[in-house]
């Protein structure tokens, strides 16, 4: 049985001899290393998580340095789907900590006022007063002007930041699909904010542009408190 053997593999064709030897060094050349591999990709995704953490820091040196902000600001909401575009105009305010007096004055007035712990909303026009709580999903951009620490921003979002000339651009895309948008884009020149770009999908985006930018000058705390109305309707649902 043995010289049988020995016969069987001398009588095999030089080809198919060749072929099997070429066979067995290829499979050996393309045989991935499977740990460099994951080596490399954890060494990917720290340096990437090390980058967000340092672009949210360079985005609350920033903000952080805004005990108050007030300004003029354009807003226009576009939906390509309706082919159809919505201007407003008005002020916003802004008091750390979560304080903000948003307030549209054409083409009609509406009046979001939030003390920190209350949010008022009050629509001229139809005279009625909306009061809720302070939450996670109320004016996530304001959350976002106003938070203090990274851990908070690495946890809800990703960040990427870039910088041209003077202008400084920061997006925040969020990691939860409950918060009803795909991106927020922040940009600050000579970091004065300049726009907010709000993309709810792929469809519709809202911007701001602000004018008139006066930085860190004394507002009073009342100015973030709605003074109702008579004769409007209110519906307070801090009582449930």
């Keep these: 049985m043995k010289k049988l053997s020995l016969v069987i593999a001398v009588c095999l064709p030089l080809g198919l001899l060749a072929t099997h030897a070429i066979s067995e060094?290829?499979?050996?050349?393309d045989a991935p290393n499977i740990s460099t591999t994951n080596e490399n990709k954890a060494v990917a995704n720290v340096?990437?998580?090390?980058?967000?953490?340092?672009?949210?820091?360079?985005?609350?040196?920033?903000?952080?340095?805004?005990?108050?902000f007030q300004a003029t600001f354009e807003q226009l909401s576009v939906s390509n789907t309706r082919n159809s575009m919505q201007e407003r105009s008005g002020t916003l305010k802004i008091k750390s900590p979560g304080k903000f007096a948003w307030i549209i004055t054409s083409p009609y007035e509406i009046y979001e006022l939030s003390n920190g712990e209350k949010l008022w909303k009050y629509d001229v026009d139809l005279e009625e007063?909306?009061?809720?709580?302070v939450s996670e999903k109320n004016n996530q951009f304001m959350r976002l002007l106003q938070s203090e620490e990274t851990a908070p921003l690495l946890k809800e979002y990703q960040i990427f930041a870039d910088r041209?000339?003077?202008?400084?651009?920061?997006?925040?895309?969020?990691?939860?699909?409950?918060?009803?948008?795909?991106?927020?884009?922040?940009?600050f020149v000579n970091e004065q904010l300049n726009n907010i770009r709000i993309q709810t999908?792929?469809?519709?985006?809202?911007?701001?542009?602000?004018?008139?930018?006066?930085?860190?000058?004394?507002?009073?705390d009342s100015e973030?408190?709605?003074?109702?109305?008579?004769?409007?309707?209110?519906?307070d649902n801090t009582l449930f």
Excluded: C, H, W
């Excluded at 041209?164 to 940009?187: A, M």
């Design 25 to 29: 060094t290829m499979t050996k050349i």
């Design 129 to 133: 007063v909306d009061i809720n709580k």
């Design 224 to 235: 973030f408190e709605l003074a109702i109305p008579e004769g409007v309707d209110v519906y």
């Design 47 to 68: 340096a990437e998580v090390d980058q967000q953490a340092e672009d949210a820091q360079r985005f609350l040196n920033i903000t952080n340095a805004m005990d108050t």
């Design 164 to 187: 041209y000339g003077d202008e400084s651009v920061f997006s925040f895309i969020p990691l939860s699909d409950q918060l009803g948008f795909s991106q927020i884009t922040i940009s």
């Design 201 to 220: 999908d792929l469809e519709q985006a809202t911007i701001f542009d602000f004018n008139d930018v006066v930085i860190n000058e004394p507002i009073r």
